[in-house]
């Protein structure tokens, strides 16, 4: 696992395109794992702060039960491009989408109305990032790990 930072140092450039993808948009999409192992989609709010990506979560809400019972997560950022055929001929060019994985380490929340346990810190295991080649006839899959590097596949 990694911090933010240790990824930027690793893959400067891809990080600094992530970055751009995720700041974007204020909201993501975030999975967690349900006690009984399905997945659970919800929308979230990241923060970069320092070296870690971190994010709270309200008290009592299903994907902090969620990740109290099981810490690993996965973050999209948003994928925003055309809508439909019509729409692309004049929009602006799909920009790609990030999306990163790992787990939450629990970290004491700044503030005097802190609520223990609801405020966490992005172990990083995976960032993925997904664009268009420069001529637009493939996509490019980039990503990282911290045991692998990073690699990038592309696709027609």
Do not use: C
């Not at 930027?8 to 751009?20: F, I, K, W």
């Not at 994985?101 to 004491?108: D, Q, T």
């Not at 990032?129 to 790990?145: F, K, N, P, R």
């Amino acid at each position: 696992m990694a911090s933010w930072r240790e990824f930027s140092q690793a893959a400067p450039e891809m990080a600094t395109q992530a970055r751009a993808l995720l700041d974007a948009h204020k909201h993501k999409t975030m999975a967690t794992l349900r006690r009984d192992g399905s997945p659970r989609i919800s929308g979230i709010e990241i923060e970069f702060t320092g070296d870690d990506v971190t994010l709270g979560m309200m008290p009592e809400s299903m994907k902090l039960r969620d990740v109290q019972h099981d810490p690993r997560i996965a973050i999209h950022s948003p994928s925003l491009g055309a809508t439909n055929d019509e729409e692309a001929k004049t929009a602006p060019r799909w920009k790609g989408d990030a999306k990163f994985s790992g787990s939450l380490e629990a970290i004491p929340l700044p503030g005097e109305d802190a609520v223990p346990g609801s405020y966490f810190r992005v172990n990083i295991s995976e960032v993925v990032l997904t664009h268009l080649s420069a001529d637009g006839q493939e996509l490019v899959i980039e990503s990282w790990t911290p045991d692998h590097g990073q690699r990038s596949v592309n696709r027609t």
